[in-house]
C-alpha cells in the first residue's frame, strides 16, 4: 500500500543535513523498488532543503510509521514534523532529474474526511480531470484513510511554479473533494535520490 511521508525541516539544519546525507541515501537505498516518489521540497529560490517527500509502497500504517521515523534525518532531529498518510496513486509519469517542480498538497477538514468518498476508480479519474490531466502533472496521489474507504486529501508534482501550480491542481481537488474549496499548499520540489 502506498503512503505519503512528508518531513518538514527545523530551521537552520542545512549543514547538519549535508553531513547526514550519504547516511539518508544509504537508508533510501534500502527502499529503492518501493519508492515511487522522493525528493526534497526547498524554499521559492530553490537554495534552501525545507523539506522531505516520499511515497513508498510499504505492508501497512505500522511500516510507514517506521519508516518515516527510522531516517537519519529524523532520528538526528532535523524534522519540526512527520505526516504519513495512505495514498492512491493515480498519476505517475516520473519526473526528470534536475528540473524544478511544485509539490501541491490539501488535506480536507475533518467534516469533509466524514462523509468523503472512496478513491476514485479508472473511470471516475476520467471525470475529476475534465479532460486528459495537463502534461505539467508528474505525478498525482488521493489521500485516503487507511482503508482506502475515504479520500482525505490530494498531492501532485507538477512541472510549474507555486502559484500556476496551485491554479492547475485546484479544480482537480476540489472535484476529489466533493465541489467543496480545497486549501492547497504549494512549495517547490526536486526528484530526489543520489546525485
Do not use: C
Not at 500500500?1 to 518531513?7: E, G, I, L, S, T
Not at 549535508?18 to 521540497?41: A, K, N, Q, V
Not at 517542480?101 to 473511470?123: E, I, M
Not at 471525470?127 to 486528459?132: A, Q, R
Amino acid at each position: 500500500m502506498p503512503f505519503y511521508v512528508y518531513a518538514e525541516d527545523r530551521p537552520d539544519v542545512a549543514d547538519q543535513l549535508t553531513e547526514l546525507s550519504e547516511e539518508h541515501w544509504s537508508y533510501m537505498d534500502r527502499f529503492d523498488s518501493r519508492l515511487i516518489l522522493r525528493g526534497p521540497t526547498v524554499s521559492d529560490d530553490g537554495e534552501e532543503h525545507t523539506g522531505s517527500v516520499h511515497v513508498v509502497d510499504l505492508a501497512d500504517r505500522a511500516a510507514a510509521e517506521r519508516f518515516g521515523r527510522e531516517e537519519p534525518f529524523w532520528k538526528a532531529g532535523l524534522y519540526r514534523d512527520l505526516t504519513v498518510v495512505a495514498a492512491d496513486v493515480l498519476l505517475s509519469r516520473g519526473p526528470e532529474a534536475g528540473v524544478t517542480y511544485t509539490l501541491v498538497a490539501a488535506q480536507w477538514p475533518l467534516s469533509v474526511r466524514a462523509t468523503g468518498d472512496p478513491a476514485p476508480d479508472d473511470a471516475e479519474q476520467q471525470g475529476l480531470w475534465g479532460t486528459e490531466p495537463d502534461s505539467r502533472f508528474v505525478f498525482v496521489a488521493a489521500l485516503t484513510d487507511d482503508e482506502g474507504t475515504g479520500t482525505t486529501g490530494v498531492v501532485a508534482a507538477v512541472r510549474a511554479l507555486p502559484d500556476e501550480a496551485r491554479g492547475l491542481v485546484r479544480p482537480f481537488a476540489e472535484r476529489l473533494a466533493g465541489g467543496r474549496p480545497a486549501a492547497l499548499t504549494a512549495q517547490r520540489w526536486e526528484r530526489g535520490g543520489r546525485r
